[in-house]
């Protein structure tokens, strides 16, 4: 398999170094393969994680990948759900079952498999709080240092995941916006592989496997509509870029006939906000605030690349607050007995939305994706949930109320 990179903007075609941005345009880098020929059988048997798609990925060597068993999650058909919506062919892409709980091991896994390609001797990441723990979790696995930059604020169970896996954790008192910067500083004085940053280019990558998935399971079919969480933009263009991947290498008819809906938090809805004011630009949030802080990223790296999809597919984009966000990990837990954290949360309120305005008809096959999971940012949950009552455990003086 060969491989290039090539700008977004100008086109122009590099080397397939460590590398991300245009020395022409500094437009952002992307992969481009020389796939080779492939059938819908040639991963039938192939084992159960997204490396089961080796020959579309951008690693040259497998002695290379690391590896915890990441992806190849559960696409749920949501009966349940999809009758309280009014949908009858409604499916959950359940990311939030992956080794560290997030879809962010899928882009943490190409990362630091490319970082050990490469020869680098430390990664590390930015992160609104899943990218911590999946990069270093791959970090340990593959046996290199990890620095992670993250917000002090984040969800507990997160700093704790990303710590007991070993890595270096520096709590930046300050916006995502503020530790992607630091990162990026570092990462470019110290030669250290920043998944998300310096490493971007193939980073994406993994999350292109999301539209494998999909496609895969719905035995390579192209779904009408696509609802995706959107915090920096990165996984709802890699989504795009895989289904676009398989149409060139015929797994896949046109695909140019989806819908893809981009979901963000009210608190932080910059792409949401430009959408809404047809806007190009991407006007950044300064203090996001929101409680889908996997999402509060107020300067989208790929906003412009988001606004651009939507247009491409007939898209839509939409937020919800708070409230409409606890509603729906509520609601998608009670009748799908999935438990997601608030980005899921707000995927699953969007799609709500989405049908109510008429965006979706009842027999679209709909994806909705579901990205990280409940445990690991329990506390806004806390504060609306009835806490147990405490009773004596003797059978006379427990009230019970039986349905
Ligand atoms: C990071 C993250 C997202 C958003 O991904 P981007 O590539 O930044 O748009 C969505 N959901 C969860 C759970 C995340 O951790
Ligand atoms: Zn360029």
């Known amino acids: 398999m060969t491989i290039s990179l090539e700008c977004r903007e100008c086109k122009k075609a590099f080397e397939p170094i460590f590398k991300y941005v245009c020395d022409d345009c500094f437009g952002p880098l992307d ?45 749920i058909k949501a009966e349940k759900l999809g009758e309280k919506l009014g949908l009858n062919n409604l499916y959950i892409k ?26 680098l001797s430390a990664v590390g990441c930015a992160s609104t709080g ?25 969800e507990h169970a997160k700093i704790v995941q990303a710590l007991s896996y070993g890595a270096e954790f520096i709590a930046v008192d300050g916006t995502y916006d503020d530790s992607n910067r630091i990162a990026a500083q570092i990462g470019d004085s ?24 999909v496609a895969e399971q719905l035995g390579w079919q192209v779904p009408d509509q696509l609802i995706i969480p959107v915090g920096s933009g990165a996984m709802l263009n890699a989504i795009c870029k895989g289904f676009e991947e398989l149409q060139t290498i015929s797994l896949l008819n046109d695909v140019s006939k989806m819908h893809i809906v981009a979901a963000q938090p009210t608190g932080c809805a910059p792409i949401v906000d430009a959408f809404k004011k047809k806007s190009n630009d991407v006007v950044p949030v300064e203090n996001p605030n929101t409680i889908a802080k996997s999402l509060a990223i107020g300067d989208p ?33 009670k009748t799908e007995g999935v438990f997601t954290e608030p980005a899921g949360g707000v995927a699953v309120a969007v799609l709500k939305k989405m049908v109510e305005d008429g965006h979706i008809d009842k027999n679209d096959t709909t994806i909705c994706y579901v990205t990280g999971n409940g445990l690991k940012a329990t506390e806004s949950l806390m504060e609306v949930l009835p806490k147990p009552q405490v009773m004596q455990p003797d059978i006379a003086k427990i009230s019970v109320r039986i349905r």
């Open 94 to 119: 359940n990311d939030s079952v992956n080794p560290t709980f997030s879809f962010k091991d899928r882009p943490a896994g190409i990362a630091i498999s490319k970082a050990k390609e490469f020869g």
């Open 301 to 333: 790296g790929d906003g412009r690349y988001v606004l651009k999809r939507l247009k491409q597919y007939n898209g839509h984009a939409e937020e919800s607050n708070n409230k409409e966000i606890l509603d729906a990990i509520l609601l998608l837990a």
């Open 190 to 213: 110290k030669g250290i592989g920043i998944v998300n940053i310096n490493m971007r280019s193939y980073y994406v990558e993994g999350s292109k496997t999301l539209a494998f998935e």
């Open 130 to 154: 899943n990218l911590a723990a999946a990069t270093a979790a791959h970090a340990a696995k593959g046996g290199l240092p990890c620095y992670v930059f993250a917000p002090s604020d984040i």
């Open 31 to 75: 992969v481009k393969y020389d796939f080779p020929v492939v059938n819908k059988n040639t991963f039938t048997n192939r084992e159960h994680t997204y490396w089961r798609y080796f020959e579309l990925l951008p690693i040259q060597n497998k002695a290379n990948i690391v590896s915890i068993n990441a992806g190849m999650t559960p696409l």
